[in-house]
Nanobody, 118 residues
Framework: VQLQASGGGLVQAGGSLRLSCTAS????????MGWFRQAPGKEREFVAS????????NYADSVKGRFTITRDDSKNTVHLQMNSLKPEDTAIYSC????????????WGQGTQVTVSS
């Protein structure tokens, strides 16, 4: 499966962005999906995940209450709604997918840059 993230940009602190992750080559319906981010000079970190059928969602503590992950399997797309953005949210955001049979994310997409100005 090929994943492509989009929707990043430059926004002022307190603003919102909606990221999209579109898949091709395979349906996302049977896959768990996640969003990760990597800021300059830092390691990649988990942001949010959603299981198949949207049965469960998990968020990093730093984004709880501000970010929401959703999926639309009919469009093979996963979204990350980001509200109340902070300068520390600045990073390259990437989406990833994994089989329900594996622990690790095996499919990764190109990231999209999110820059939050103070």
């Amino acid at each position: 499966v090929q994943l492509q993230a989009s929707g990043g940009g430059l926004v002022q602190a307190g603003g919102s962005l909606r990221l999209s992750c579109t898949a091709s080559g395979r349906t996302l319906r049977e896959l768990h999906m996640g969003w990760f981010r990597q800021a300059p000079g830092k390691e990649r970190e988990f942001v949010a995940s959603i299981t198949r059928n949207s049965a469960a969602r998990n968020y990093a503590d730093s984004v709880k209450g501000r970010f929401t992950i959703t999926r639309d399997d009919s469009k093979n797309t996963v979204h990350l709604q980001m509200n109340s953005l902070k300068p520390e949210d600045t990073a390259i955001y990437s989406c990833a997918a994994k089989s329900i049979l594996t622990a690790e994310y095996g499919y990764w997409g190109q990231g999209t840059q999110v820059t939050v100005s103070s």
